[in-house]
């Protein structure tokens, strides 16, 4: 264990030491060695692949579910998926370097703010490997180390992928320390990283509630959590209905798996009857289970072909995961927006209205990383906002809220030029 | 205890409930309850002189050290201008509300981001009771609440001011829960406030290493830490030495006991002989003390009036915070960079020089809150910045870096106005 800690540690060191390189490195030198990552999966997917299902071969030996299977699962066309991401982060701005709010105090001192990267990153994640290549990709772009400790279940994978993407930077003239991976399957190095607050300015956990809790609570550095998002979508008295029913449907069923999917629709008692047939007819057809609070379904027991299940105290607040909605009738806008208060995580709510009043309180009141009027909460995501990639979404209020991508992936220092002042 | 900690609890929910309404006070009624504080503060100060020659009477009983006493001393001079600086805070422009970023995406999304409060503040801090008014005034500003809790050798006077914020922000029409302070002396509170992640947002430690570095390691909620500065500046070969040596003089004499003086300051082999005696003859005139390595030594022990004593290992990367600097002689502009990047904390560095790229290598290569050319560390400071008041100057990397004014204490919501928009 001292070994695998003294080694943990080396790599820290390395990781800083490399940082203070890729803090200058030129936006040319940078955007070479994305390509190189690129091409370099392109055309040693072979290798990767053969990893992979040692990796999967274990996972299912150890009775992994289907779904964490086809997470850990890299094949042909997902490698080119991630290869065309990383030529995507290569044709992004560079956002290292840029001066910005500069002004001259009245004593003549020209004062402004110049952005830099963070330094190093720690990763923190579990199963999925794209995440290995992704979150390099972006701190590479940013000018970040990084230190990647990816779970077990993917440790073959990771390392296939590592070694291509190390192979493809050092080629490009960036120092080979810039990207470390934690290969040592010991739990305790966990531990000792969230205490290497000298080496790592930011840790970015990324999997279940369980990892990111016990990162949160342990971690001596700066940490920026998310990716839990219970979200609400509340159909207004005024909602244009036919809008209110696309949209509900898409955020619940486009892609129910990720955390900006629809936990819990609110419906004003106005245009319950309305609305939750049709709604319900349309789940229907994509197999959604509707968990209905009783005028939901005092409402829905009066359609023959439509079935439901009471909801039960649990359903409030569960991030679903799956095609299953919570869903619960309401007296009023401020009866939706204190259930979001209580309820909600943070992450994206949005309500169906067609009175500006309601839409512009909705914004005001609701308290969270993304707020929509009339649209699905499912384009909460870096790509969709026009940010490019993101290394999460963040539901916290420090530093940066919601989709992060490259420029949240840096900070600024003041710069002041002076001729000779001083304070009197 | 467990009364103390229920009664913590009780006042967290109170500052949580507030900081619903505070979010989205009218900028008139924020800036009333200011005026009113300062108003409060002038027409009670003999009551808060009172209470707080009871507190300095039994600090002076306990042995409290000459600077910590003048620390705590509340005088007639000093509430005046306590109060003068919360009327400079109610003349600034309101952060919240502002909206930014905003863009049209290509499917007609209308995104953007709006600037909101943290929600609930909590500070530690000891002994200068002027933090309590400072901090709460901000926060009121930033549509914040807070939880003070003061150090317990300036209870008496703590709460006295924290008597005449309360009456007056209530007078215009803020809710009361807005300002709370822990009054109970139990040191197990402030390790149950730590814990409070659910109601405090982010934690500001003010004090010593001491405090701060307990604050870092135990606080499960985002902190923002500061206050260490161990600050450099170098004399380049280039230097114009007459500004040289009015601004180190400045940086360390100034006001010797605050966090962005002057600690060490490093001078090119080249420009030692000319700049030291000076630079010596003008300290010794303000009673600095000189801790110099040897080559430093070497140059001023051939001048008989000037005194000085050999630099030890410890002087280097020390805050003195007292008229004490440290000296060294460098081969380089380089090793400079290397010493500023071992020794400094990350505050404020600055270069004197005439060489152009001398000045644009230091500003790129040194990893610092604020980065001078040819000026004193001195103005590291929000009201110097033009940021109004400061809570704080952040060395930490993520939020805020340097001083911290009313923006830093807000964060953005993302607003996006849709039309019916559904992802494919």
């Known amino acids: 264990m001292q070994d695998a800690i003294a080694k943990l540690q080396e790599k820290g060191n390395a990781a800083k030491s490399a940082s203070r390189r890729l ?27 053969e990893q992979n299902h040692l990796d999967l071969e274990e996972a299912k030996a150890s009775g992994m579910s289907t779904p964490m299977l086809d997470r850990l699962l890299l094949n042909q066309s997902r490698i080119e998926s991630i290869a065309q991401d990383i030529g995507t982060v290569a044709s992004f701005p560079d956002p290292v370097g840029e001066t910005f709010d500069m002004k001259t105090l009245p004593n003549g001192l020209q004062i402004g703010k ?8 720690g990763a923190i994640y579990e199963s999925r490997p794209n995440v290995t290549v992704d979150i390099s990709s972006l701190c590479l772009k940013s000018g970040n180390a990084i230190i990647l400790r990816g ?65 949160r609570e342990n971690a001596m550095m700066p940490v920026i959590t998310g990716g839990v998002g219970v979200c609400h979508t509340y159909v207004d008295r005024t909602a244009d209905l036919s809008k209110a029913v696309a949209i509900v449907y898409n955020a619940k069923v486009q892609r129910p798996t990720v955390c900006n999917a629809l936990d819990t629709v609110l419906v004003h008692r106005d245009v319950a009857e309305g609305f939750l047939p049709i709604l319900a007819q349309e789940w229907a057809r994509a197999s959604v289970e509707m968990h209905c609070d009783e005028r939901a379904m005092a409402i829905l027991k009066a359609i023959p072909s439509i079935s439901f299940v009471p909801a039960s105290s649990e359903d409030w607040g569960k991030e679903f995961l799956a095609l299953v909605a919570a869903v619960k009738v309401v007296d009023s806008l401020d009866e ?58 963040s539901t916290q209020k420090l530093h940066a809220r919601g989709p992060m991508g490259l420029k949240e992936l840096t900070t600024y220092k003041w710069i002041i030029f002076g001729s000779g002042q001083v304070r009197s």
Chains 1, 2 share one sequence.
């Open 23 to 49: 803090a200058h490195l030129s936006t040319d030198t940078k955007n070479q060695a994305l390509l190189n990552i690129s091409e370099g999966l392109i055309k040693r997917q072979k290798e990767i692949i």
């Open 114 to 121: 110049r952005r830099v990267p963070l330094g190093v990153i």
């Open 151 to 215: 779970g077990k279940e993917a440790i073959r994978s990771n390392m296939a992928l590592v070694g291509v993407i190390r192979d493809a930077i050092s080629e490009a003239g960036v120092p080979g320390g810039a990207v470390q991976f934690v290969d040592s399957p010991e739990r305790e190095l966990v531990n000792y990283m969230l205490k290497m607050r000298d080496t790592i300015d930011l840790l970015i956990p990324r999997g279940g509630p369980g990892l990111i809790n016990m990162v």
């Open 336 to 393: 939706a927006i204190e259930h979001i208060e209580r309820y909600g995580s943070g992450h994206s709510e949005a309500i169906i209205t067609e009175d500006y009043s309601s839409a512009m309180r909705f914004l005001d009141m609701v308290d969270a990383a993304c707020v929509y009027v009339n649209a699905s909460t499912r384009f909460t995501d870096g790509g969709q906002f026009g940010l490019g990639a993101e290394v999460g979404i």
